[in-house]
């Protein structure tokens, strides 16, 4: 427990959950998660041959791997707020993801003023965040799968097409279809509970 009251997990326990996590398939879903955060969340194209600027998704999840094992200080898992390392991951991968875009793009800020913009987004989709993260952890505690969980903000919230959510995530639209249903049946019961906020 550190001086705010949050139980932070021990070395151990962190290098544990880094390799119990990190797996082939879920790296999968990571870089699925970060090209559509670039896309959504910044209204940047990304390119699947360059990257941002020569960046691949595949390096910002590295990145971000290595800071929870780092012995300097690095990232820490906050089981107070996440109980699920899951949860921490995909929070400190948004982190990670603004942190890569603003250092590359403030290069060319001078003509570029897009990154203050989003700065601004950001600031003002506090509330958003913080109910969609209430909104993904009640569908956890739910027993929603990871797909779900990464496919709600597209395709329940954004209303993405069937046909553009299997194209974005690599997956059939059957898979979507069935994915869909799945949520269907969770989100009145995560609508009432809102309602209750």
Excluded at 119 to 141: A, C, G, I, P, R
Excluded at 152 to 167: G, L, Q, V
């Amino acid at each position: 427990m550190d001086d705010n009251g949050k139980i932070l997990a021990t070395t151990n326990e962190l290098r544990k959950a880094v390799q119990e996590v990190f797996t082939p398939e879920f790296n999968k879903i990571l870089i699925k998660y970060s090209i559509y955060r670039i896309n959504t969340k910044f209204n940047i194209k990304y390119d699947l041959n360059r990257g941002l600027r020569g960046i691949m998704a595949e390096d910002i999840i590295s990145e971000l791997m290595l800071s929870f094992v780092r012995n300097d200080g690095g990232r820490n898992w906050n089981k107070s707020e996440f109980p699920n390392f899951k949860d921490q991951i995909f929070s400190a991968l948004d982190s990670q993801i603004f942190n890569t875009i603003e250092k590359e793009y403030s290069k060319t800020i001078q003509t570029n003023s897009d990154i203050e913009k989003q700065s601004d987004v950001l600031m003002e989709d506090n509330h958003y965040d913080e109910l969609l993260q209430y909104s993904l952890d009640f569908l956890t505690k739910l027993g929603a799968s990871d797909d779900e969980i990464l496919l709600f903000e597209p395709y329940i919230i954004h209303k993405m097409k069937r046909a553009d959510i299997a194209k974005e995530f690599g997956i059939t639209e059957q898979e979507a279809t069935n994915i869909k249903k799945k949520l269907d049946r969770k989100i009145p019961v995560l609508r009432e509970q809102i309602k209750e906020l």
